[in-house]
Structure formats: C-alpha cells, structure tokens
C-alpha cells in the first residue's frame, strides 16, 4: 500500500512540475508565447501596433481547368487462359497498341458583361393651359382644365401676374412638363374679376 502512495504522490508531482516548466517556457518564449525574447520589441514600446502579416493577394476568379485523358488498357480476365503455352495451354492475347492521344481542352474564355450605359434625364416638354386652382400648399397648386388636371409648382424665378394664386381662381400656366406629368411653372397669369 506504502508503494502504491509513493508512485501516485511522485505521478502527482511530476504532473505539478511539468505544468510549471510549461507555463515558464511559455512566458520565456520557449514554446512560442509569453514574453520572450521574441517578444522584446513590445517589451520596450507598449505603444507600438502589433506588425500584421502581409495581406494575402485579392482573390481572382478560379481558372478552371479541364483535362481529359483517354486511355486503352487491356486487362486479362482471369479465365482468358494465362496458362504457359510450353505445358499445352494458349498463351493471353497481346493487349492493342496504345492508339488514343491524350486530348487536353482550354476552358472558355470569360466574356466580357457590357457596362450599363447612363440613362438621360427624362425629357420634358413646354406647355401652355388654363384652367381653375383647386387646391394650393404653398408653391405648389393643382389647375383642372380642359386637357386634364395637373400639379404644378411654381420655379424659383417664376413671376406671376394679375393677382395671387387661390382656389377657384382661373390662371394660365406657362412651363415645362416632365415625364411623370407635374408641371414647372416659368409664369402664371391669373385673370381677374369681371
């Protein structure tokens, strides 16, 4: 019993002993951490930034690469009769000459996709109409007329003449339209109360 003690004790410290000698290679840098001699250039500047691996090359589209071999191989099955013919027995045919080339095949060339050419702007068109406001927010009013309703809204440098813009007055708009129907007015001309 004695003996079983000592050998678990000794096992118990060997254990203990390499966990140091580990632990103390390690911070002198001997199995690759800690603060070693390797370790020195950080030791005398805290500050410093840890040096970084060089930044592995941008990867490329994979090049893919197709090779066919073609190959005749005889094999003799093992009833074909592989007897010596010196003891009576026929001798295995001879396998046919190697005829296949070895073809090897280039992959596709990538084809170039188009760039996406700028759309232009939305044509617009001038337009001239009267009609009746029926509604207005702020530089911005709705006329109906004749050719249908529109929403207009007036330009930075519009001028207006014969009055102020309110609902129900009858105006004449000068301006552009553009594709999606609202209207930039360049002049508004508002007929008055006869």
Do not use: W
């Not at 013919?85 to 396998?95: M, S, W």
């Not at 095949?105 to 232009?120: E, G, H, M, R």
């Not at 927010?137 to 809204?153: A, C, M, Q």
């Amino acid at each position: 019993m004695k003996r079983r003690a000592a050998l678990a004790l000794a096992l118990c410290l060997t254990t203990i002993v390499g966990f140091f000698i580990v632990a103390y290679g390690m911070q002198i840098g001997f199995f690759g951490g800690g603060d070693g001699p390797g370790d020195a250039a950080a030791q005398t500047d805290p500050t410093a930034e840890p040096t970084q691996p060089p930044a592995a090359a941008a990867p490329t589209q994979p090049e893919v690469i197709e090779q066919y071999v073609y190959r005749d191989v005889y094999v003799a099955s093992p009833d074909s009769g592989s007897t010596n013919a010196g003891a009576g027995g026929t001798t295995a045919p001879k396998p046919p000459p190697e005829a296949a080339p070895v073809t090897q095949t280039t992959p596709p060339k990538p084809t170039a996709t188009p760039v996406p050419q700028p759309t232009s702007p939305p044509a617009t068109k001038s337009v001239e109409f009267t009609g009746e406001v029926t509604a207005v927010s702020g530089s911005t009013f709705t006329v109906d007329s004749r050719s249908g309703r529109f929403t207009v809204t007036l330009a930075p440098n519009a001028s207006v003449h014969g009055g102020s813009i309110e609902v129900g007055a009858t105006v004449q708009v000068h301006g552009v339209q553009s594709a999606d129907g609202s209207v930039l007015a360049s002049e508004v001309e508002v007929a008055g109360d006869d």
